[in-house]
C-alpha cells in the first residue's frame, strides 16, 4: 500500500539540516564528539535528496511535481555548496572529514548529476501557465445546453 510524501515538509526540512550543518562547521567543535555524527549526517542528507529525487521522478502526474523540483534542485544546490566547502576546506570543520573525502566527493557527483537530470525535466515540461485545461466533449455539451424553465 502507497503513502503519501510530503514533498514540501521533507525538502524544508533537508534544507534546514544543510543550513544548521553548515553553520555548525564554522564554529570551532571538537572533532572527537562531532565527526562521526557530521559524516553521517552528510550521508543522511545524501541519500535523503536522492530517495526524494527519485520519487519525484517516478510521480509524473504529481500536480506539484514542478514546484516540487524546483525546490528539490535548490535544496541539491545547497547540499553541492556544503559538500564545496567541505572539500575545498572553506569551513572550519573541513580538514576534519578529510578521511571522508573519496564518499564526499562521490556524493556530490551524483548530486550534479541529479541536479542537471531535475534541470532538463523542469526544460522539458511546459510552465504551469501555459498548460491547457482540457474539457471533454460531454462537458461541452453541458456547458452549452440551455437550462429549461418550469
Known amino acids: 500500500m502507497g503513502y503519501k510524501i ?3 515538509d521533507n525538502i524544508f526540512f533537508l534544507n534546514s539540516q544543510i543550513k544548521t550543518l553548515q553553520r555548525g ?3 570551532e567543535i571538537d572533532p572527537e564528539f562531532f565527526r ?8 543522511f542528507l545524501d541519500q535523503s ?12 502526474f504529481l500536480i506539484a511535481r514542478p514546484q516540487h523540483l524546483r525546490d528539490l534542485q535548490r535544496t541539491i544546490s545547497l547540499f553541492i555548496d ?14 576534519q572529514l578529510r578521511s571522508a573525502a573519496t564518499r564526499l566527493k ?5 548530486q550534479h548529476k541529479n541536479r542537471d537530470d ?17 474539457v471533454s466533449q460531454d462537458e461541452f455539451r453541458f456547458l452549452l445546453t440551455p437550462d429549461k424553465e418550469d
Open 25 to 27: 562547521m564554522n564554529l
Open 82 to 95: 556544503l559538500l564545496d566547502h567541505i572539500l575545498d576546506d572553506k569551513l572550519a570543520f573541513a580538514q
Open 49 to 60: 535528496l536522492r530517495q526524494l529525487f527519485s520519487s519525484l521522478r517516478g510521480s509524473r
Open 6 to 8: 510530503n514533498y514540501e
Open 36 to 43: 562521526d555524527k557530521i559524516v553521517e549526517d552528510l550521508l
Open 106 to 110: 562521490a556524493c556530490r557527483l551524483e
Open 118 to 134: 531535475i534541470q532538463a525535466m523542469i526544460s522539458d515540461s511546459p510552465p504551469e501557465d501555459e498548460q491547457e485545461d482540457t
